[in-house]
């Protein structure tokens, strides 16, 4: 091969990649150039067999189907074919177009060969009787009730007047008369059913109402001071609302409540929103971000004008109606961004003087239930606001915070009913809102029920009654979560604390015959001188007194024996006590040194004076008598 050949073509080659690096490898060549047409018509082609693939694929689906819910249809189909030829008509009626049929599709007679079967039911309903059941249950809201099961809280040994549950439904607070705050942790407890934190966060001031915001991360507490407190999920105070000037005559310029609180609630929609009304006669919403005022102040008013002082208040389930019940019997609702002039008011709710305990929309925003402390339980229609729609009557109420509520379906309405001390049990009541009918009530406890709530995510139902209690209603079934999760965990055993009993040095590098074993803790070392009979043995009591158990007390032996050995002995003389004195008598007559000469000096001074005395009065007398 020719050398100069040779580097002719590597000098072409690398001239090529020398002029692609540079970009000049497209000069010179003839551009490529594409059929558009031929290009469109494979694309159509290709879509047209693919739309053929799917549709043959669906309609053998659907051929499968129609033989499945109805053979008799392809029966007669194959019938209809019968009157050309009767052989062929023969095997159609014997033969199903399509897969075979499932063991469970098979006709038990004859006669059912005109009927379309049925499909196979799902776990649960076995037979008509089931879907009839479940069809009633849905007709009947009563049956949705879940108080099969219940467990018991115990709060203290006062009325629980306040509760509250996130809206996960994970943790329960309690407070009540006892000015105590208590926090329940579903998933945490076990069936000791103990609360894993307990405070006080308002002295030594009532609880009238706890609640969770819309997230869960802040509690709402209302007590019987002026200053509402707001609590993180774990007890520690977030923010406290300032206090109002009391001297200054219009509320509207204060800047916080000036009196006892009533009730609160946190907006629904806002998180960081909430509302308290007080007996200075204003409801008054805050923001959580300012605690140094308030966010603006709603004042109800009498008929004549007048101050009237609200005793519970509530927002709306969309937030933009706030709702309150005054002591003159009235309820007032305000719109939220116009706090003038109400939007809705009702004169005569309620008997005046009579203070109205709760007021709860439903979840439609439609109606409004209200407890009064006339014994009544009413329902509104907001959109008709002058006469009540339904009205129950007897339900006795000796509590300003008795709760209503509805259920999460909207159909059933709940309240709590009181009872003076051993006149019988108090009872959770539950009424139809259509009809109004008390459906189904629940004996709770021997005590007034006061506090009722119904989560929708949990469906179970808390109660705090005037005995310390609060009981939580479920269903293992028709329940979520809750109550559940604490009852199906048996109770934990105590533990020993394990402490070290004495101090011990670390030397991690001594020698191994100067190092010292390492004590684990106590526990382990009471097992070892459990075993140890000298260790283990009881050592026996002092005694106390002249003998004890069969044992002799040994003088000396402890630090009172000593001292009544060799200090306080009894030198005790039992003898005549006239021989005692009169063994001295010849002693003293002999040499009379102590009693003798003092005794006979003080004598002639005492004689000398009185002798002197005598002779003056004397002198006095006789001159007395001569002047007369």
Known sequence: MDPNKVNEGSKMSGDGDMASVMGFSGFGKKARTFDLDAIFEQTRRTAIERSQHVLGRFTSTVRCL????????????????????????????????GPPLPPQFTAKDDDDDNECLRLPRRPGHADSTASSDEDEEEENPVKKIPDTHEITLQHGTKTVSALGLDPSGARLVTGGYDYDVRFWD?????????????????????????????????????????????????????????????????MANTKGHTAMLNSGCWHPKIKEEFMTCSNDGTVRTWDLNSEKKHKSVFKPRSFQGKKVIPTCCTYSRDGKLIAAGCQDGTIQIWDRNLSVHTKFHCRQAHIPGSD??????????????????????????????????????????????????????????????????????????????????????????????????????????MVGTGNGLAKVYYDPVKSHRGAKLCVVKSQRKEKQAETLTQDYIITPHALPMFREARQRSTRKQLEKDRLDPKKSHKPEPPVSGPGRGGRVAAH???????????????????????????????????????????????????QKKRNFLLLFFKRNLINKIVED
């Not at 006469?387 to 209503?404: E, I, Q, R």
């Not at 306080?568 to 006590?577: F, Q």
């Not at 002999?590 to 003080?602: L, Q, R, S």
């Open 356 to 461: 109205t305990s709760c007021l709860s929309f439903s979840y439609d925003g439609m109606t409004l239930a209200s407890r009064g402390g006339d014994d009544t339980l009413k329902m509104w229609d907001i959109r008709n606001f002058r006469k009540p729609v339904n009205v129950a009557t007897g339900l006795t109420n000796y509590f300003a915070m008795t709760d209503c509520c509805f259920s999460p379906d909207d159909k059933l309405l709940v309240t709590g009913t009181s009872v003076k001390k051993d006149e019988g049990n108090g009872k959770l009541v539950f009424f139809d809102r259509a009809s109004f009918q008390r459906g189904y009530e629940i004996e709770v406890t021997n005590a007034s029920v006061i506090r009722c709530l119904w989560h929708p995510k949990l469906n179970q139902i």
């Open 66 to 97: 129609v033989v499945i819910l109805s053979p008799a249809c392809v029966k007669q189909e194959s019938e209809s074919s019968s009157d050309s030829d009767s052989d062929s008509a023969s095997d159609s009626d014997s033969e199903l177009i």
């Open 556 to 606: 000396g032996g402890t630090l009172s024996s000593f001292i009544v050995k060799n200090i306080a002995l009894d030198k005790t003389d039992d003898s005549n006590p006239r021989e005692a004195i009169l063994r001295h008598a010849k002693e003293a007559s002999d040499n009379p040194y102590w009693v003798a000469p003092a005794y006979t000096f003080t004598v002639k001074e005492e």
């Open 186 to 250: 579903f998933a945490g407890m076990d069936q000791a059913l103990q609360a894993f934190r307990s405070l006080q966060p308002c002295e030594c001031h009532q609880i009238k109402s706890l609640q969770y915001s819309m997230t869960g991360d802040v509690i709402l507490v209302v007590s019987g001071n002026a200053q509402a407190k707001v609590l993180d999920r774990d007890g520690f105070n977030v923010m406290e609302c300032i206090k109002g000037d009391q001297y200054i005559v219009d």
